[in-house]
């Protein structure tokens, strides 16, 4: 049995992970053995989520305080088996990881949205499945950026290619003119 010292130092632990993280998606993983939490483990680590089975009573205690305590929704989520997943970086990669997981097997679909917290704000478990899960990420961001940024670009030089490309189709078909003659 853990001391008050070493509960104390997983409270603040866990205070710092939430404090930091621009995203937190809170799961019941009842039902999923070793080696598919293994797998959820690596899959969270690759994309630079943190994941921890935490006591719903010492999640409570690390909220005190702060914007989430006494929702309602949250405190509904904090009943039974409870994983927690941080997302430093991109804050729908752990919604992500998740909702792909438990698509791929039957047995995964064990693992349960609880809710979510983003910006200060408690997601439903649903909103984190259709929502969350659903937003571009950083990278798809990224891509999504410089397409605009180019799209000018491509059209400047598709315009400054007309000239050349019409002139080009002018004489073709006065050629093809020219042979149709002979």
């Not at 009842?30 to 939490?37: E, F, N, S, T």
């Not at 293994?38 to 010492?58: H, I, P, Q």
Request: a positive charge; one cysteine or more; aromatic letters at 6%.
């Amino acid at each position: 049995m853990a001391t008050r010292t070493e509960k104390a130092a997983v409270v603040d632990a866990v205070k710092q992970n939430f404090d930091k993280a621009k995203a937190v998606v809170l799961v019941n993983y009842a039902g999923i053995d070793v080696p598919q939490a293994t797998e959820l483990r690596n899959r969270f680590r690759a994309a630079n989520v943190e994941y921890k089975v935490v006591k719903n009573r010492l999640i409570r205690e690390a909220l005190k305080g702060g914007p989430y305590e006494g929702d309602t929704t949250l405190e509904g989520a904090l009943r039974g088996m409870t994983g927690v997943a941080w997302s430093y970086e991109d804050p729908s990669a752990a919604a992500k990881i998740i909702k792909a997981f438990r698509k791929e097997d039957e047995a995964n679909e064990k693992l349960v949205f609880k809710c979510g917290l983003v910006e200060s704000e408690v997601l439903s478990a649903k909103r984190v499945e259709n929502e969350l899960a659903n937003l571009p990420g950083k990278n798809e961001l990224r891509a999504m950026l410089l397409a605009q940024l180019m799209a000018p670009m491509q059209r400047l030089v598709a315009q400054l290619q007309a000239p050349a490309q019409n002139l080009n189709f002018a004489l073709d078909a006065r050629r093809r003119q020219l042979a149709d003659k002979q």
